[in-house]
């Protein structure tokens, strides 16, 4: 009954990739799980839900609304909200045991005030080089007088956030690393501390830049995709001047840290034979240069396959790449399978993950998508829009799906 396009999620993934970077932590340290955006996509209700107490310390997010939905969802797990609040939004948080995230003096300031009334958990975040959540250094001494006559506003944790973790070569981690212990050492000596610090996202995590005991706060690393920009590429050039393989593939397997969970799929819903050419799609930008068989695809740019691949995609079909052609459309779009033989109606088309067809066997990465797009993975993630059901596996077990629309 459902539609033919949806995204597959191996939640058994998910669970090898904590465990892969749980093991990769210091002495002491858990990871708190980035969930915001529904897990960038991949459903954070059903992440939340595999994070194990023993790996997983808490589950953060970017708004209110995305941690009541956890806790409506049954996640009584500890969450973050990591932006800022208004005093209603923070009673409606501590009304639901949710930790409130500080990024600021004003967020701060309405912490402070509702702990007048009732405990206030906060984590508190120090700007060290970003410049655009935290609070800066002039700003200490407003923040050391607010948390030390406010009794009841408990400080779990002092955080920043690294703005180039993902280039190696850049020593502005370092550099803000360093800011980091300074302003720690600030507060420290003003009489305000916190039993638990966090910094590192996906890419410091990966970097090895966290200290013992620190929480690392990540996301896409859980999701399987690369979150360091030079891994991508070195890895890949290495690959293709090895020959291992040819310029546009996939990544191999063997040069990824992580597995990635998501496989998005639709099917062959047309296919026709046009001569020499003609053209194809909106604005005529594609015209066939053979005799070709053209295939249309039940997904368009209203799913999340953005405009901007265009003449630029590619897809796999039978385990075989073929390339996008024409514009991608709202609902549609159109891929030339005049080479793949054998190719039917009904035929699975990956648009992005791994397929395996016979002996055939290659992958669209979404960093692949992203550089075609140029942007990042996260953003290709988060795109991938809510008409496109999600069908959770539990390895090669279908365990639920989930779509917007009644069954
Ligand atoms: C989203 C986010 C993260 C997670 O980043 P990844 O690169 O996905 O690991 C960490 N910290 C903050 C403040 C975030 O907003």
């Known amino acids: 009954m459902m539609r033919p396009t949806w995204a597959e999620i191996d ?15 210091p002495a002491g340290s858990k990871i708190m799980a980035l969930l915001k955006a529904d897990g960038y996509g991949h459903g954070a209700l059903e992440l939340a839900r595999r994070c194990r107490p023993d790996q997983v310390a808490m589950i953060g997010v970017a708004l209110l609304e995305e941690a009541l939905e956890l ?4 996640i009584t797990r500890p969450i973050l909200v990591l932006g800022s609040l208004t005093e209603p939004q923070i009673h409606a948080a501590l009304d639901h045991d949710i930790t409130i995230g500080v990024p600021g003096t004003e967020a701060l300031a309405a912490a402070a005030n509702v702990a007048r009334e009732r405990d206030v958990r906060i984590h508190l975040k120090l700007d060290t080089g970003m410049g655009r959540m935290g609070v800066v250094e002039t700003e200490l001494p407003e923040v050391v007088e607010r948390i030390r006559s406010a009794p009841r506003l408990r400080l779990d944790a002092l955080y920043t956030h690294l703005a180039n973790a993902g280039d190696a070569r850049d020593p502005f981690s370092d550099e803000q690393i360093a800011r980091f212990r300074t302003l720690v050492a600030t507060l420290r000596d003003a009489g305000v501390s916190a039993p638990r610090k966090h910094i590192a996202n996906s890419a410091a ?9 620190d929480y690392v706060r990540t996301g896409l690393a859980l999701l399987g995709a690369e979150p360091l920009d030079e891994g991508v590429d070195e890895a890949m050039d290495e690959a293709v001047n090895e020959g291992v393989v040819h310029a546009h593939a996939a990544r191999p397997r063997a040069l990824r840290r992580y597995e990635p969970l998501l496989r998005w799929r639709t099917e062959i819903a047309r296919l026709k034979e046009l001569p020499p050419g003609h053209a194809i799609g909106y604005g005529m930008i594609f015209r066939t240069a053979r005799p070709s068989l053209i295939a249309t695809l039940p997904v368009g740019y209203a799913d999340g396959y953005r405009r901007a691949l265009s003449n630029q995609g590619e897809v796999l079909v039978r385990g075989q790449r073929v390339p996008v052609v024409g ?3 709202m609902d549609l779009v159109t891929v030339d399978v005049t080479d793949v033989a054998g190719v039917r109606p009904g035929d699975e088309v990956v648009l992005l993950g791994r397929q395996r067809h016979e002996s055939r066997e290659d992958e669209v990465a979404v960093e692949e998508l992203a550089r075609k797009l140029d942007t990042i993975s996260y953003e290709v993630f988060c795109a991938v829009s809510a008409r496109v059901p999600r069908v959770y596996f539990d390895g090669s077990d279908p365990l639920r799906l989930l779509t917007r629309f009644e069954p």
Do not use: W, Y
């Open 71 to 74: 806790r409506r969802g049954g």
């Open 327 to 329: 514009r991608v459309s």
């Open 205 to 213: 995590t990966m970097r090895g830049l966290v200290d013992p005991g």
């Open 11 to 25: 939640l058994r993934a998910f669970d090898r990739n904590v465990s892969a970077v749980s093991a990769s932590l």
